[in-house]
């Protein structure tokens, strides 16, 4: 299997992208530690945390032996910052809006992209150009029934809600047909204050119920 296939399929396995915005490279590594060993193991690393290449690098070759674990690279405005988290060792690209230059580097690197989208137009440029995965975002404007109404003319279109994502709500998303969820505040929120202890339990929490989801067949095409 491809590298670029390998890195979409440890993210659906994951079932839950962890959005990591760190106040420091130690505190962005902290709480994607926190968050891998309590068993959310796909991390997007935003470029909006202090060096967040390095932070990158660091997970990456920490757990280059590990394929459960899949490090990406979260708020990637342009090619420049996509190149660098490439380098950097990230195995997918996520934006909150779409980029053609950004599509065109991932798709000349083999790198899942990841746009976030909110419109028709926008998810038909994202597909046009290569996207793997539309990021819905800000999930909690678009709500579940958003992935159902754009599956209905893009039925190929793989889609991960972002923002408003949560354990109490994470059934209903993949019940709608989530491909798989992006989860930042209800999930490492309390990492921002140095309870990594909060974050890997968050993060047990989070695994255990999209292992239930699993098992009552909801979602993931």
């Known amino acids: 299997m491809l590298p670029k296939f390998e890195a979409l399929e440890a993210v659906k396995n994951a079932g839950v992208v962890a959005v990591v915005r760190g106040r420091s490279e130690e505190n962005s590594y902290k709480i994607s530690k926190a968050s891998i060993e309590g068993g959310v193991k796909a991390i997007e690393l935003a470029f909006t945390s202090p060096n967040a290449?390095?932070?990158?690098?660091?997970?990456?070759?920490?757990?280059?032996?590990?394929?459960s674990v899949v490090v990406g690279a979260g708020t990637v405005l342009d090619p420049a910052t996509a190149?660098?988290?490439?380098?950097?060792?990230?195995?997918?690209?996520?934006?909150?809006?779409y980029n053609e230059e950004v599509?065109?580097?991932?798709?000349?690197?083999?790198?899942?992209?990841?746009?976030?989208?909110?419109?028709?137009?926008?998810?038909?440029?994202a597909l046009s150009t290569g996207a793997d995965v539309i990021k819905i975002f800000p999930g909690a404007i678009a709500t579940q029934k958003m992935i159902p109404e754009l599956q209905g003319p893009f039925p190929q279109a793989n889609i991960m809600p972002s923002g408003g994502v949560s354990l109490d709500n994470m059934a209903e998303w993949f019940k709608a047909g989530a491909f798989v969820v992006g989860a930042g505040g209800s999930l490492v929120g309390p990492g921002a204050d140095?309870?990594?202890a909060q974050v890997k339990e968050n993060a047990q929490k989070f695994h255990a119920e999209f292992e239930r989801i699993q098992k009552a067949g909801m979602g993931q095409n």
């Open 83 to 97: 190149r660098m988290a490439m380098i950097a060792g990230a195995k997918f690209i996520v934006s909150p809006s």
């Open 103 to 125: 599509a065109e580097l991932c798709n000349l690197y083999c790198v899942p992209y990841m746009p976030g989208c909110f419109t028709p137009s926008e998810v038909q440029k």
């Open 194 to 196: 140095g309870d990594y």
């Open 53 to 67: 290449d390095v932070t990158i690098k660091r997970l990456s070759e920490e757990y280059a032996d590990d394929s």
